[in-house]
């Protein structure tokens, strides 16, 4: 059956569909399920993947005339999760710094109220820390890399694309 599906720019984006579907299961899986609490980023990794499993699902009905212009729009979208996903690890790894609704920073100089209110506005769930791994890689580093598969995924459908 999936070679069938590869060879058709509609079952290339079908196949790019369903795994962000999966994606966002497992994400949702791990939160509703496993009881890890996602912090904000975690959150805004999510959206590439729903814009594209509604890019898709227009690309392949109402809209499968548009095939090319919406697979690229697809790559696009799971590049932009690509680079969420890796924004996020180098904020876990401390590449660089992340928001600071988010991250703690240094708090030297502070005084007792100003420590005391930053802990007390303080997310309950930190940006810069790993809740869970695999292999040495975080969930944002794992959504980073699928998020580039993906991405290939949507390009092979453009490619494939009847017309211009």
Same mark, same amino acid.
């Given at each position: ?8 720019? =509609?079952?290339?984006?079908?196949? +790019?569909?369903? $795994?962000?579907?999966?994606? #966002? @299961? &497992? *994400? ?36 499968? =005339?548009?095939?090319?212009?919406? +697979?690229?729009? $697809?790559?696009?979208?799971? #590049? @932009? &999760? *690509? ?50 791994? #695999?292999? &040495? ?28």
């Amino acid at each position: 059956m999936t070679r069938g599906l590869v060879r058709t720019a =509609r079952g290339w984006l079908l196949i +790019a569909g369903a $795994g962000s579907a999966a994606i #966002l @299961a &497992g *994400a949702l899986g791990s939160q509703f399920i496993g009881g890890l609490t996602p912090c904000p980023i975690c959150i805004w990794q999510r959206w590439p993947h729903v814009a594209a499993m509604v890019i898709a699902a227009l690309a392949v009905t109402v809209l499968w =005339r548009q095939i090319r212009p919406l +697979a690229v729009l $697809g790559v696009l979208t799971m #590049l @932009a &999760g *690509a680079g969420i996903g890796l924004y996020h690890t180098g904020i876990e790894r401390g590449w660089w710094e992340g928001p600071d609704t988010c991250t703690s920073s240094d708090i030297t100089g502070l005084s007792v109220d100003q420590l005391m209110a930053r802990i007390m506005s303080a997310p309950l769930v930190r940006c810069d820390e790993v809740q869970w791994d #695999l292999l &040495g890689l975080s969930m944002a580093s794992w959504n980073a890399l699928i998020s580039l598969g993906l991405a290939a995924l949507w390009l092979a459908a453009a490619v494939r694309a009847p017309g211009r």
